[in-house]
C-alpha cells in the first residue's frame, strides 16, 4: 500500500502509475504499458493493487466492436499523496494571526476551526459504538491525509496511530495544531483520549490510546 507523499522522482511501479494518471488524467492499460515499458500483465496487477486501496478508479467504456475497455484515474483519496500547497497557505494565515494577535489568537482561531470540523463531522459517528467510532475516526483522519489505522489492545482498549502527518511542517513551528487534536477525537469518540507517539518528539507515529472506559 502507498504510504508516503509522491513527488516528482517516483520510487517504484506503482508511484510512476499514480504520476502518469494524475498528468494525463485518464489512461488505459495499453497507455500505460507505453509509458511504463512494462506488460499488460504487469500493469493490470499494479492497477489492481492500487485499486484495493482505493487510490485509483475504473470506467468501462465500451465499443461498438470488439470487448470493452477501461479507462483508470486517481480517486479523490490519492490526491492526499500529492504535495500541495496548503500547507504554506495554513502557514502564512497563522502567521498573520500571531502577528496581530499573538499566541492566544492562534489558538482562538484553531478552536473555532475545531468546533466547525466537530460539527460537520459528528454526523458520521453519533449511532455508533465505541469500536466502530474508532473506525470511523481513524477513517475521517486518512481522508484528511494523515494514513490512520487503529487497533484494539488486550485490555480492551483502542489505539489509533497515524504513519504520516499531513500539516508535518505547520505542526512543527505552531504546536497549537497539534493540541486540540486528542479534545476533537475525545468529543468524537465520546471517551477519554490521550497522545502516547508523538512525531514531533521523534517518535514514528503520532499515537493515541483510547480509553473503553
Known amino acids: 500500500m502507498i504510504t508516503h507523499r509522491m513527488g516528482d522522482e517516483p520510487g517504484s511501479t506503482q508511484d510512476v502509475i499514480l504520476l502518469n494518471l494524475k498528468r494525463q488524467g485518464e489512461m488505459s492499460v495499453n497507455d500505460l504499458c507505453q509509458a511504463l515499458g512494462i506488460t499488460a500483465m504487469a500493469v493490470r496487477r499494479h492497477l489492481t493493487v492500487l485499486q484495493n486501496d482505493g487510490f485509483v478508479e475504473s470506467e468501462i467504456i465500451r465499443q461498438n466492436r470488439g470487448r470493452p475497455s477501461y479507462r483508470y484515474r486517481l480517486s479523490k483519496k490519492a490526491e492526499s499523496l500529492f504535495p500541495s500547497g496548503y500547507q504554506d497557505l495554513a502557514r502564512d494565515l497563522l502567521e ?3 502577528e496581530q494577535s499573538g499566541p492566544a489568537g492562534v489558538m482562538e482561531l484553531l478552536k473555532i476551526r475545531n468546533q466547525k470540523r466537530l460539527d460537520r463531522l459528528m454526523a458520521r459517528v453519533k449511532d455508533l459504538d465505541l469500536e466502530r467510532r474508532v ?4 477513517r475521517i483522519f486518512s481522508e484528511d491525509g494523515y494514513m490512520t489505522e487503529w487497533e ?7 489505539f489509533i496511530f497515524q504513519r504520516h502527518c499531513a500539516l508535518h511542517d505547520v505542526a512543527s513551528e505552531f504546536r497549537q495544531v497539534c493540541a486540540l ?3 476533537l477525537m475525545e468529543q468524537l469518540l465520546g471517551t477519554k483520549v490521550t497522545r502516547e507517539k508523538y512525531m514531533l518528539n521523534n517518535d514514528p507515529v503520532c499515537g493515541y490510546v483510547v480509553y473503553s472506559s
Open 181 to 183: 487534536e486528542p479534545s
Open 135 to 138: 473506525e470511523e475516526v481513524s
Open 152 to 158: 484494539k489492545m488486550d485490555d480492551g482498549n483502542f
Open 96 to 98: 498573520a494571526v500571531r
